[in-house]
């Protein structure tokens, strides 16, 4: 039986380009499933199941590369090329027209790729044209288990193939734990040169309720410099006992992040069975898990005492039942395709194409989907404004990237 993967890789590369509309749904919302946790309410309007947009785009889509390893990142270079992550523990650069890939690249340090693990995101430093560095999160093994770690390396090209010379390890998620699930990762620079690394809680019962301890790495954003050392007003670093790299607690999976138009950290973390949610995490908040959460247990229970309010932690901004298990984001600020300017663009593991949320200030006002029948693992914006998402196979298998340009 061939994967969803193949078909859509060999569809698209038969007919070149295909013009495809966005779906259309019979209902008014994007989502017209079945909710999880049906009983719970959401505590403002468009907090979930925001109305479908006025204009959706014709969008044309053409797959520029195939047969990858099975990718977790990418990242444009200056010069339009893409520099790729593969969960294994490779790096690769793709050329821009998808036609050639690179050997591995050298350097890479071992990773733990069993699970959830890997090598997971990457990002080129602010000032990459010069310096030629670059940031990249993976699942470091331990001698006493394993966690995320943050490391950096100067990415050098030769004469057929590339290298990173100096890779440094400037960042561990501690405590290690020999776990499987939940690493996150994404890696944003912030305008002023801040790197914000985003981690997961490790899943299991007996570990996530980390995320609400300040002394311990789990479910939490970390700001840090490119040195790995925590920022001069981050919010605890006066608390005793707590970890000076934290921004923002109360998180349980975070595998999308991106800026907005002005400037500021947005996410989307996987939540429990119908619950994934976008927050805009600021300094010193709590975003309440596993204490407080939209969702149920993946095995019908309630989490914890099932609420999905409490004094002291932060609402999400808007929350997913069922989920769309996001994986990847960017904001979308070009003309090329104007229906989406001004949105954040999600990948959708589960819900296999891309989420389009239209915001109103700091709350959204609509929802729309692409389908693109395979899960996404990364979506990014390309200088021209073509938007580009990374294809992935559940368990392991091939991956994708296709181009995604405006139907005219």
Not at 118 to 140: H, K, N, R, W
Not at 227 to 234: L, M, P, V
Not at 338 to 365: C, N, T, Y
Request: hydrophobic share 35%.
């Amino acid at each position: 039986m061939f994967s969803k993967n193949y078909i859509l890789a060999t569809t698209m590369l038969a007919c070149s380009l295909i013009a495809v509309p966005v779906s259309a749904q019979d209902s008014n919302t994007a989502e017209t499933g079945k909710a999880n946790a049906p009983q719970q309410a959401p505590a403002f309007e468009n907090q979930t199941r925001a109305p479908l947009p006025e204009n959706q785009p014709r969008v044309e889509m053409k797959v520029i590369a195939k047969d990858l390893p099975h990718l977790w990142a990418m990242e444009f270079l200056p010069d339009g090329r893409m520099l790729v992550t593969a969960k294994e523990g490779a790096m690769h650069i793709v050329s821009q027209d998808g036609s050639a890939v690179s050997e591995p690249i050298e350097g890479v340090p071992e990773v733990a790729s069993a699970g959830q693990g890997g090598l997971l995101d990457v990002a080129l430093a602010p000032d990459f044209e010069t310096s030629g560095m670059i940031y990249f999160s993976f699942s470091e093994p331990r001698q006493d288990g394993n966690g995320t770690s943050v490391a950096a390396a100067k990415l050098v090209d030769f004469d057929g193939g590339a290298k990173l010379e100096g890779v440094t390890t400037i960042f561990q998620q501690t405590p290690s734990y020999d776990g499987d699930k939940h690493f996150g990762s994404r890696l944003v620079f912030g305008p002023q040169g801040e790197l914000y690394v985003t981690v997961g809680e490790r899943s299991d019962a007996e570990v996530r309720t980390g995320a609400q301890d300040l002394a311990s790495g789990f479910g939490k954003v970390f700001r840090i410099d490119t040195s790995g050392k925590a920022i001069e007003g981050n919010p605890f670093i006066a608390t005793d006992g707590a970890l000076d790299e934290i921004w923002s607690l109360g998180h349980r999976n975070v595998q999308a992040a991106a800026l907005d138009g002005q400037g500021r950290l947005w996410l989307v973390e996987h939540g429990p069975k119908g619950g994934d949610e976008l927050n805009r995490p600021e300094a010193g908040k709590n975003y309440g898990w596993p204490e407080v959460t939209y969702g149920i247990e993946y095995s019908g229970r309630a989490v914890g005492d099932g609420i999905t309010s409490q004094q002291g932690t932060e609402q999400p901004v808007y929350y997913w039942d069922p989920v769309i298990a996001p994986s990847g984001m960017a904001y979308y600020d070009h003309d090329l395709i104007p229906e989406w300017k001004g949105a954040f663009l999600i990948g959708g593991l589960v819900s296999q194409g891309i989420v389009a949320v239209h915001m109103d200030g700091d709350r959204v006002s609509h929802e729309g989907r692409l389908d693109l029948e395979a899960r996404i693992r990364d979506v990014k914006v390309a200088p021209d404004g073509s938007v580009f998402a990374v294809t992935e196979e559940r368990g392991g298998g091939n991956s994708t990237i296709i181009k995604i340009t405006n139907a005219t």
